[in-house]
């Protein structure tokens, strides 16, 4: 069912059951979330691996899961031969970019590298038709800049979900500067066929609400190098508006994975407040003023710390917290704060509501910073910050519910306190 974006996605995706033809290259914890997603909403799926063996073994592995879920529903060992046989006409693995002929869609989910995409997509365009999407689940490159090395520049762009996608059914639909409006207007019932909800957002570089996060993972790396309290109790405040603390998302997500990201921020102001460039200082973070760090942001010594220290993260067992029988607890409190900035640790810990300000404050900048850039609309960033947070309100909403007066109080009180970081760009456009 090849489709000519230029003639409009839209009425060929007009039902959300539209099965397409899809693949997926890369098969990593997003390629494999992908692939199932893709698998559920009843799309016929190519996975490309990186050999044949790699293929056989994907194939088997995943027809082998099936077989056995099948079983356990109480399905009969003839009936679920007949039904893994079906199967194999419509989900397949290969090693050769040439399965993907007569693919409707491609999506790709390899490891953050610019130039090893770019090269990617040039071969894929080889290989499928001219009226095929090509899709990025990039967290942080640059669409336009991928975009370059194709010739058909219009039918492409990011489509970016969210880890664990089985808690955060966002998913944004990231376009460039030749994106094909009706190939946007296409993704959306596409999206929502896969169990998601898709908001528009322009490249940031990169992912929007991503960049919003960052802002509240740094704050609260901030709190805990500058002595002033433990990932614990930095986690435990952030329930107050946030279903998920800052800390148990950085070691989820990874140290490596999340300091990626900041080393692929551009060298100007973009949705990423802070950079990690090959000649930052590797004891403090500290970029550049012309490679585009925002005024008071640094890279956390403390996650280059931990890089250091081979603490990736939960899986690895250790990450800014210690896994001890699975649960996270602190590690020594000297362990974490930032000598060069902090000489010692404060004599008496932050109160838990200046803990809850910093970070509430920490988003609210982030959604102005993005509005200020102009890469999203307001009702954007409330839907993916309230998904990804799960807040009851989003911040641009909470805003002007809370009235400017007020807002601006809060904000300057923190600059007092903590420096220009809490400047607000445009604050009072949210209110015009």
């Given at each position: ?17 539209t099965s397409m033809r899809v693949g997926l290259i890369g098969y990593g ?404």
């Amino acid at each position: 069912m090849p489709v000519d974006f230029m003639g409009g996605f839209g009425e060929a995706l007009q039902g959300e059951e539209t099965s397409m033809r899809v693949g997926l290259i890369g098969y990593g914890k997003m390629g494999k979330a992908l692939f199932h997603l893709l698998v559920q909403g009843g799309h016929e799926v190519t996975v490309v691996c990186r050999t044949e063996e790699s293929a056989k073994e994907h194939e088997a592995q995943f027809l082998k899961k099936t077989a056995n879920a099948w079983k356990r529903a109480g399905n009969p060992p003839d009936r679920i031969a007949e039904k893994l046989e079906a199967m194999k006409t419509s989900i397949r693995f290969s090693a050769s970019l040439n399965a993907l002929e007569g693919a409707d869609a491609v999506m790709e989910s390899m490891t953050e590298d610019l130039e090893l995409k770019r090269r990617m997509f040039q071969e894929i365009e080889k290989v499928v038709s001219s009226s095929a999407w090509i899709l990025t689940n990039t967290s942080s490159l640059s669409i336009d800049a991928m975009a370059d090395a194709l010739r058909c520049k219009e039918r492409f762009c990011g489509f970016h979900l969210f880890h664990p996608t089985a808690l955060i059914p966002l998913v944004e639909i990231v376009t460039g500067q030749s994106t094909s409006p009706s190939l946007v207007e296409a993704l959306f019932p596409f999206a929502r066929g896969l169990g998601r909800t898709p908001i528009r957002v322009a490249d940031g570089p990169g992912s929007v609400i991503n960049g919003i996060l960052v802002h509240y993972y740094a704050e609260a790396v901030y709190l805990i190098e500058e002595g002033l309290a433990l990932p614990s109790e930095v986690d435990h405040a952030a329930k107050r508006y946030f279903y998920v603390g800052p800390i148990e998302s950085i070691d989820t997500i990874g140290i490596e994975l999340f300091l990626t990201g900041v080393k692929s921020a551009p060298d100007v102001y973009s949705v990423c407040p802070i950079r990690l460039h090959a000649d930052a200082d590797e004891r403090t973070g500290m970029a550049r003023p012309e490679a585009g760090a925002r005024p008071g942001y640094h890279c956390p010594a403390l996650l280059l710390k931990v890089l250091r220290d081979e603490r990736m993260g939960r899986a690895s067992g250790k990450g800014i917290y210690l896994y001890q029988g699975g649960k996270a607890v602190d590690d020594d409190p000297m362990y974490y704060l930032d000598t060069l900035r902090f000489p010692k640790r404060a004599d008496r810990p932050i109160e838990e509501e200046a803990i809850v300000r910093r970070l509430l404050y920490a988003v609210l900048n982030g959604a102005l910073w993005i509005l200020h850039l102009g890469v999203a609309t307001p009702e954007a960033v409330d839907i993916g910050v309230q998904e990804v947070l799960q807040m009851k309100e989003g911040p641009v909403a909470m805003m002007r519910r809370m009235g400017y007066e007020t807002v601006r109080e809060q904000f300057d009180a923190l600059a007092a306190e903590c420096g220009p970081r809490f400047h607000p760009p445009n604050l009072a456009s949210i209110f015009q």
